[in-house]
């Protein structure tokens, strides 16, 4: 994307009034996307951003500026707009000897989905409606979209640093509506992968449709969900975002720093119950939060965060890193060449255990079957969590019974960790989803077996 | 925080990025809709933002950031198909590419008779004073000084503030312009600052956080004790706090908390969700929808409201409109393209995330009219029930076209109409449509906020709260 030469310069240039490290991050981003709405292709959208972010530390403090303008002019300009952010005092020329890191990328792409014609997109958005319509009378609106992404960057650093990466994700998502006696119910399925239009040889759109208009319909007839304290069996694949907020973000080294995680100072410490093992992977071939390289230029890696239950790693990015004197782990990310990186999580899972789903749902008198969560929020501080169920049951003498109305679950990390009293052998990856922190969205993935925790607050109506 | 990818993206920053920022927005635009072709209709999108971002902690400075960008969204409308593209930068041979690539969206998409572009409507847009040109002045240091004294004030307040995660000073200017072959050009910029401290309180294993800010459209409006105090309160009032036992109740919503529930409800009066059959609201105008208490307006041209603007998406000039009056639904707030689908007047309320988006209809200026009480006198009139000081979980929790509500809540039992002590790890849910029903009384604490709302202090009856 630069020659070695121009990123030298360019690194000399932030440098050049001293500075403990310096970075330029160079991003070119092509999307596309297609959007069917009311019965109709509204219209199809591309976008192109490309620049570069540069950063200087000097002490403490980071400096930063971006550009979009990728000459060597435009590069020096950042530069120095960064530097003298950055506050610098001193002064000194330091060359920086450039090292090609080849990080393996987790998976080939089969077809990038810039070379597919743009009647192909439109045409996978007509048949998911057709199929979504055709799902049931009841079914009053249907909303496709595809999107694909190719994201590619170059990193390169005062360590010597020099890493690149070529990041194509591909999505497709349906959301339905019902209308019936009750109102109207919603209905929502996606699938996404880190790999180009070959998505769609193995996931069928026809498919994904029927999903999301299933789910939908079989919320016409659900009842209110109940309020207060129970136990609730989350589904395989559905519920990994309950260890993105209960413990995620708190495991996340730069939180961690500033007192403002429960987690902190509690490394060795048995924190969960001795059936967690939870991981956080850049590495997963195509799931959604995986790449080659992070965007600091470190390569991906499987991180074990908690084992049996014991705390045994943060998160960390690049300056946490060097500061403590340890290596990096691959979690520096960022949206985009106009944000800093954080330390951020990747794809991040509970380890399959022992226990036979069917016997976990039958040992749980009353409580709440989860079968697909939504988002989730969680203030790092206290621990306390919400994620919305968008799937639900009620579990009545160890049998799922009926559908219920959405709604937030709230627990508290910590607490919620040591509550997990079974996890069965049957692990799936969930939905493609979207982190924010501070303003930063970046794909992450997640991924669960089905779990029981004992007692967790269902927000409901209903007594 | 996490969201199904696809499902609207997180809050980022504004704009693109370039460093050929130098061009005025209106003159950019000008030169874009000249590429139109004769038989196909041509709209530039064009923001300019200069941002300063500064984040201190432990009385450094640990970030700084200073960057201009620019970004040009590109609508072509041709036999009634509509294509989009963007680039985030002025170069021409990209905004070339982004024109091209527009055009040959629209050939893929499907036509529709109310599609195209809005044509000047004689309106003319409000003056409001949201551009203060001494701002560009002010010296990077004081701006660090500022952040420096916010930290030092949070820090200094309360034995048992244990620290700050996170002290951020941040301004911005931003120039918008719309130009289009249909004879639209209009161009808006403002001016704004904020200060934001997330505050930490410790008292043996219990750990809180709390967050303050202020906001203006100069630098001398920011207030840095009015941010300190309320970091300081919205963390410590929380120390002790339990765990309720599950009831129905009489709710009192801070104004933070009525502001976002507010911003969902405007959400549902948008053209877009109405049209296509997914708001509660459709079909419903004269009916009386929400207590006789609740008259909510869209007014972005009260310059008070941090959403204020002269000039909406698609370059209309704004006007104030009343959604909903003493309890019976209005009218929606419409785009170009809601307004002829439903034959109504357009009301100059397109939005977009950025220069990346098109046009859709919504709020940006959303309030109550408040009523007479203050919020001492409104939490005096309840025996029992709970004041709420912060929600969470409204995208996850929160379901706009079936109108279910839960959502996290933290806040205060009230006892004898006194707030007693501090409850957490709670919900509260009801419906949207029951919520507005249920409305007992708004405060007369009218509360400007940096959210496309304004809050107030709401007595809600008959919620759910779910605990222990």
């Given at each position: 994307?630069?020659d070695d030469?121009?990123i030298?310069?360019?690194l000399?240039a932030?440098?050049?009034t001293?500075?403990?490290?310096a970075?330029v991050f160079?991003?070119?981003?092509r999307?596309?996307?297609a959007?069917?709405?009311?019965?109709?292709?509204?219209e199809?959208?591309?976008?192109?951003d490309?620049?570069?972010?540069?950063?200087?530390?000097?002490?403490?403090?980071?400096?930063f500026?971006?550009t979009a303008d990728?000459?060597?002019?435009?590069?020096?300009a950042?530069?120095?707009?960064?530097a003298?952010?950055?506050r610098s005092?001193?002064?000194?020329?330091?060359?920086v000897?450039l090292t090609?890191?080849d990080?393996?990328?987790p998976n080939?792409v089969?077809?990038?989905?810039?070379?597919?014609?743009?009647?192909?997109?439109?045409?996978l958005?007509?048949?998911a409606?057709?199929?979504?319509?055709s799902?049931g009378?009841a079914i009053r609106?249907?909303?496709?979209?595809?999107g694909?992404s190719?994201r590619r960057i170059l990193?390169?650093?005062?360590?010597?640093v020099?890493?690149?990466?070529?990041q194509?994700?591909?999505?497709?998502?349906v959301?339905?509506?019902?209308?019936?006696d009750?109102?109207?119910?919603?209905?929502?399925?996606s699938v996404g992968?880190?790999?180009?239009f070959?998505?769609?040889?193995r996931?069928?759109v026809e498919q994904v449709?029927?999903?999301?208009?299933?789910?939908?319909?079989?919320k016409l007839?659900?009842r209110?969900?109940?309020?207060?304290?129970m136990?609730v069996?989350i589904?395989p694949g559905?519920?990994?975002?309950l260890?993105?907020?209960?413990c995620?973000h708190?495991?996340e080294?730069?939180?961690?720093?500033k007192?403002?995680?429960?987690?902190?100072g509690?490394?060795g410490?048995q924190v969960?119950?001795?059936?967690v093992t939870?991981v956080?992977?850049?590495?997963m071939?195509?799931?959604w939060?995986?790449?080659?390289?992070?965007d600091?230029g470190t390569?991906a890696q499987r991180?074990v965060?908690?084992?049996?239950g014991?705390?045994t790693?943060?998160?960390w990015d690049?300056l946490?890193?060097?500061?403590a004197?340890?290596?990096v782990?691959?979690?520096g990310r960022?949206?985009?060449y106009q944000?800093?990186p954080?330390?951020r999580?990747?794809n991040?899972?509970l380890?399959?255990g022992q226990?036979d789903p069917?016997?976990i749902?039958a040992?749980?008198?009353?409580?709440?079957?989860?079968?697909?969560l939504?988002g989730?929020?969680?203030?790092?501080?206290s621990?306390d969590?919400?994620?919305g169920?968008?799937?639900?049951?009620l579990?009545?003498?160890?049998?799922i019974?009926e559908?219920?109305?959405e709604g937030n679950?709230?627990?508290?990390?910590?607490?919620?960790l040591?509550?997990i009293?079974?996890?069965?052998?049957d692990f799936a990856?969930?939905?493609?989803?979207?982190?924010?922190?501070?303003?930063?969205?970046?794909?992450?993935?997640d991924g669960v077996?089905t779990?029981?925790?004992?007692a967790l607050?269902?927000?409901?109506?209903a007594? | 925080?996490?969201?199904p990818?696809?499902?609207?993206?997180a809050?980022?920053t504004r704009?693109?990025?370039s460093?050929?920022?130098?061009a005025?927005p209106l003159e950019?635009a000008?030169?874009?809709?000249a590429?139109?072709h004769?038989d196909?209709q041509?709209e530039?999108y064009?923001v300019?933002?200069?941002?300063?971002q500064?984040?201190?902690?432990?009385?450094e400075?640990?970030?700084l950031?200073?960057?201009s960008s620019?970004?040009?969204?590109?609508r072509v409308?041709?036999?009634?198909?509509?294509g989009?593209?963007s680039?985030g930068?002025v170069?021409?041979?990209?905004v070339?590419?982004?024109?091209?690539?527009?055009?040959?969206?629209a050939?893929?998409?499907?036509?529709?008779?109310?599609?195209?572009?809005?044509e000047p409507?004689?309106v003319?847009?409000p003056?409001?004073?949201?551009?203060h040109?001494?701002?560009a002045?002010?010296p990077?240091d004081?701006?660090?000084?500022l952040a420096?004294?916010?930290?030092r004030?949070?820090?200094?307040?309360?034995?048992?503030i244990?620290?700050?995660?996170?002290?951020?000073y941040?301004?911005w200017r931003?120039e918008?312009?719309?130009c289009s072959?249909?004879?639209v050009?209009?161009?808006?910029?403002?001016?704004g600052?904020?200060l934001v401290?997330?505050?930490?309180?410790?008292?043996?294993?219990?750990?809180q956080?709390?967050?303050?800010?202020?906001?203006?459209?100069s630098?001398d409006d920011?207030?840095?004790?009015?941010a300190?105090?309320?970091a300081?309160e919205?963390?410590?009032r929380?120390?002790?706090?339990?765990?309720p036992p599950?009831?129905?109740?009489?709710?009192?919503?801070d104004?933070?908390?009525t502001?976002q529930l507010?911003g969902?409800v405007?959400?549902?009066l948008a053209?877009?969700?109405?049209?296509?059959?997914?708001?509660?609201?459709?079909g419903?105008?004269?009916e009386e929808v929400?207590?006789p208490?609740v008259t909510?307006?869209e007014?972005?041209?009260?310059?008070?409201?941090?959403g204020?603007?002269?000039?909406?998406?698609?370059?209309?000039a704004t006007?104030?409109?009343?959604?909903v009056?003493a309890?019976v639904?209005?009218?929606?707030?419409?785009?170009?393209?809601t307004?002829r689908?439903?034959?109504?007047e357009?009301?100059?309320?397109?939005v977009?995330?950025?220069?990346?988006?098109?046009?859709?209809a919504g709020c940006r200026a959303v309030s109550?009219v408040?009523?007479d009480?203050?919020?001492?006198?409104?939490?005096?009139g309840?025996?029992?029930?709970?004041l709420?000081?912060?929600?969470s979980g409204?995208h996850s929790?929160?379901?706009?076209v079936?109108g279910d509500?839960?959502?996290g809540?933290?806040?205060?039992r009230?006892?004898g109409?006194?707030?007693?002590e501090p409850?957490?790890?709670?919900?509260?849910?009801?419906t949207?449509?029951r919520?507005?029903?249920d409305?007992?009384?708004v405060?007369s604490?009218?509360?400007?906020?940096p959210?496309g709302?304004a809050g107030v202090?709401?007595?809600?009856?008959?919620?759910?709260?779910s605990?222990?």
């Open positions: 994307m630069l030469a121009t030298q310069r360019t000399a932030a440098l050049r001293g500075g403990d490290f970075e160079v991003e070119d981003k999307s596309s996307s959007m069917l709405d009311d019965g109709r292709v509204e199809l959208s591309s976008g192109r490309r620049g570069a972010g540069i950063r200087v530390v000097v002490g403490e403090t980071t400096g500026a971006h990728l000459s060597e002019e435009g590069l020096r950042a530069a120095e707009a960064a003298a952010a950055a005092g001193g002064g000194g020329v330091r060359e000897a090609r890191r990080a393996p990328r080939g089969e077809v990038l989905p810039e070379t597919v014609a743009k009647g192909a997109k439109v045409e958005l007509r048949r409606d057709d199929a979504a319509r799902a009378a609106q249907v909303r496709a979209r595809y694909d190719r990193v390169a650093n005062s360590e010597g020099l890493a690149e990466d070529d194509v994700r591909t999505l497709f998502v959301s339905a509506v019902a209308v019936g009750t109102g109207m119910q919603t209905g929502y399925e992968r880190t790999i180009g070959e998505l769609f040889d996931y069928d449709a029927r999903t999301a208009a299933e789910r939908a319909l079989t007839s659900a209110p969900a109940p309020s207060g304290t136990p069996v589904g559905g519920g990994g975002v260890f993105h907020e209960a995620g708190g495991l080294k730069d939180l961690v720093d007192g403002a995680s429960a987690f902190a509690r490394l410490e969960a119950s001795p059936l939870l956080d992977d850049g590495t071939a195509e799931e939060g995986c790449f080659a390289v992070d600091e390569p991180n965060l908690i084992q049996d014991v705390l790693d943060y998160m690049v946490r890193s060097r500061k004197g340890r290596p782990s691959g979690n960022r949206q985009s944000h800093l954080m330390v999580m990747t991040t899972y380890v399959a226990d069917d016997d749902v040992s749980t008198e009353r409580g709440v079957y989860v079968a697909s939504g989730g929020q969680v203030n790092t501080a621990g969590f919400v994620f169920m968008t799937e639900a049951y579990i009545e003498d160890g049998r019974t559908p219920l109305r679950l709230i627990g508290n990390g910590p607490k919620v040591r509550d009293d079974a996890v069965g052998n990856m969930g939905k493609p989803g979207t982190c924010g922190k501070d303003g930063q969205g970046v794909p992450v993935g077996p779990l029981r925790v004992r607050t269902v927000g409901g109506t007594a | 925080m996490r969201r990818a696809g499902a609207g993206a809050a980022g704009g693109g990025g460093a050929a920022a130098d005025a950019v000008d030169r874009v809709v590429m139109a004769d196909e041509l530039a064009v300019r933002s200069t941002d300063t500064v984040r201190v902690h432990g009385g400075v640990e970030q950031a200073v960057a620019v970004g040009v969204g590109v409308v041709r036999d009634g198909r509509q989009f593209a680039c930068t170069d021409p041979d990209a070339a590419e982004a024109v091209a690539e527009a055009r040959d969206n050939a893929h998409g499907e036509p529709d008779e109310a599609a195209g572009l809005p409507d004689g003319e847009p003056a409001l004073d949201l551009w040109p001494g701002y002045e002010v990077l004081d701006k660090v000084a420096l004294e916010l930290e004030a949070v820090v200094g307040a309360d034995r048992r244990t620290g700050v995660e996170s002290c951020d941040e301004d931003t918008v312009a719309v072959t249909t004879g050009r209009r161009s808006a910029r403002e001016t600052g904020e401290a997330w505050s930490l309180a410790g008292d043996g294993d219990d750990l956080s709390g967050f303050g800010f202020s906001f203006g459209r630098f920011l207030d840095v004790e009015a300190a105090r309320d300081v919205r963390a410590v929380m120390l002790g706090a339990t765990k599950s009831a129905r109740t009489t709710v009192v919503l104004p933070w908390v502001a507010l969902v405007a959400g549902m053209g877009d969700e109405v049209v296509k059959g997914r708001s509660p609201f459709a419903r105008v004269g929400a207590s208490r909510l307006v007014d972005p041209t009260d310059p008070r409201h941090w204020a603007s002269p000039v909406d998406a698609e370059g209309r006007r104030r409109v009343p959604l009056t309890g639904l209005e009218g929606f707030v419409h785009s170009t393209w307004a689908r439903m034959g109504a357009p009301t100059g309320s397109a977009r995330a950025g220069h990346a988006s098109t046009p859709v109550l408040p009523g009480a203050d919020p001492a006198r409104l939490v005096a309840v025996d029992d029930g709970v709420v000081h912060d929600v409204l929790g929160v379901n706009p079936s509500l839960s959502t809540a933290e806040g205060r009230i006892r109409g006194e707030p007693a409850l957490r790890e709670f919900t509260i849910a009801s949207l449509p919520l507005l029903r409305v007992v009384a405060g604490d009218l509360t400007w906020l959210a709302a202090t709401l007595v809600v009856a008959d919620v759910t709260v605990g222990a």
